[in-house]
């Protein structure tokens, strides 16, 4: 195999690659967080299926419910329906 055909062979396997990254989970729509808050269970969902760490978030300082974690939030929240993802 002579050079330029490494390269061709090389540059076609980038671009499957890139093409199979781009099928996966993408970024989430928004803020988890901001997402819980607005009832918005698809970005959830966008949060769980791109393996954000639900388990590290919390609500910041100066914010009501200051240092309450997502779960708790979606609790405060009453939204049952969140609450029982797939955390």
Do not use: Y
Not at 6 to 20: E, G, I, P
Not at 46 to 57: F, K, P, S
Not at 66 to 79: F, P, Q, T, Y
Request: proline share 5%.
């Amino acid at each position: 195999m002579n050079l330029v055909s490494l390269l061709k062979l090389m540059v076609a396997a980038s671009l499957v690659a890139s093409v199979l990254v781009g099928c996966g989970p993408g970024e989430p729509d928004m803020p988890l967080l901001d997402a819980i808050d607005q009832h918005n269970i698809e970005a959830v969902q966008q949060h769980i299926d791109a393996g954000t760490d639900i388990n590290t978030t919390f609500i910041p300082a100066g914010i009501a419910f200051e240092g309450a974690s997502a779960i708790h939030l979606a609790i405060l929240k009453h939204n049952a329906q969140m609450v029982h993802l797939r955390w």
